[in-house]
């Protein structure tokens, strides 16, 4: 079962779930984590969504961390269906308990998707809160980064300074496209685009550090289609698992997202 972990819709921004549908479609992609846009605290649409279309979607949501009431909102959001909870490595509760949000993650057994860069993921207030919430499972999105092709010899570096973390048994990885890592060939439009490589050694890596059962595929739907494309950013993804057995291709396309975000083994 194919399981995209990273997608955006919106009625007013980006794609609609309908363009979204049309391309796991076409793909073959069975389901995708509906990831809210930052700053967008009103996750009606992503609820409606996975309402209208019985197990194909979970919602992972969007919250201020910072509003006093944010414990209460977030287990609210839980009880009415919510996958999970987006936030940035340096969110932080108001009070006396400053991880009261990521506490109440962890109390109501939402994993966070989190987005952030490297030097944020690295720092240790980062690794603070990850041990204070050890049962807790935490995703960082773009392989622990911003999304942004590694350049410099000094971009490739600090990615590989995240893949430490693999040293947190609640932490994986949220694997992108690999046009997100890598600068455009220039001879990409003419015959298509390849990308071994850094971006092809970055994946090897962090397959070596984290295992396959806590990465997973994610195409940044619709943020794709500006870099090499929705099928693009799978079929190359999978053109990199071609060597791994079965079992590493299934949990990163699929397997590691579905015990996640559906609870499914």
């Known amino acids: 079962m194919l399981i995209d972990s990273h997608v955006h819709v919106s009625p007013v921004w ?6 979204l549908l049309g ?3 076409r ?7 509906l990831t809210q846009m930052i700053g ?15 197990g194909r979607f979970a919602s992972v949501v969007w919250i201020d961390p910072a509003a006093p009431d944010a414990p209460q909102l977030l287990a609210r959001l839980a009880d009415e269906g919510a996958a999970g909870v987006r936030l940035r490595p340096g969110a932080r509760s108001p ?9 109440a993650a962890e109390t109501c057994g939402l994993p966070v998707s989190c987005v952030g860069n490297a030097e944020a993921f690295t720092a240790p207030a980062f690794a603070d809160v990850l041990q204070a919430v050890p049962g807790l499972t935490v995703v960082l999105e773009h392989l622990g980064d911003t999304s942004k092709p590694m350049e410099t010899v000094a971009d490739g570096e600090l990615r590989y300074t995240v893949l430490r973390l693999a040293r947190f048994n ?7 496209g690999l046009g997100e890592l890598a600068p455009r060939a220039p001879g990409a439009l003419r015959h298509g685009p390849t990308f071994g490589g850094e971006a092809a050694a970055l994946l090897e890596a962090a397959i070596a550090a984290f295992g396959a059962q806590r990465l997973m595929w994610g195409s940044d739907f619709p943020v ?9 950013a799978l079929a190359l993804v999978r053109e990199c698992l071609l060597d791994h057995p079965a079992v590493v291709r299934d949990a990163i396309l699929g397997g590691t997202a579905r015990r996640i975000f559906w609870k499914e083994i």
């Open 27 to 33: 793909h073959g992609v069975a389901r995708a984590v």
């Open 224 to 232: 794709v289609s500006s870099r090499e494309g929705y099928g693009n």
């Open 170 to 176: 609640n932490v994986s990885l949220k694997v992108p």
């Open 95 to 103: 009070g006396d308990d400053p991880l009261a949000i990521w506490k």
């Open 14 to 19: 980006y794609e609609p779930v309908e363009t």
């Open 23 to 25: 391309q796991m479609t």
């Open 40 to 54: 967008q605290v009103d996750n009606r649409y992503q609820t409606d969504c996975v309402r209208a279309h019985p």
